[in-house]
């Protein structure tokens, strides 16, 4: 059984174990970690991060950047959103 640590939120660690790993994949970890002078442990943490992080994925920010190039948006369209909003009541809407 291997026992791992990963980063959950700030600070706070999960703790992952996993159950039913073969030998043979267990003695491949501990040389892959030996060769990246790594702990087994730490090892697998990098696997996994980057199993599930990949540098290639897309982050929000930089899709939704290159949207707005694509579209052709400059900063005057955004200055709309930096005014000052009035702070008066909205009027109801009249059904009559």
Known sequence: MLSLKA???GDKMAV????NLPDDVHRALR???AQHGHSTEAEVR???ATAVKPEARVRLGD???GLG????LTNQ????????RTKASA???KFE
Do not use: H, N
């Open 31 to 33: 040389v892959r970690a």
């Open 16 to 19: 992952l174990t996993v159950r």
């Open 77 to 84: 369209d955004f200055e709309v959103l930096e005014r000052p």
């Open 46 to 48: 990098q696997i996994l």
């Open 63 to 65: 899709a939704l950047a």
């Open 7 to 9: 980063i959950l939120w």
């Open 91 to 93: 009027e109801p809407m």
């Open 69 to 72: 190039r694509e579209i052709g």
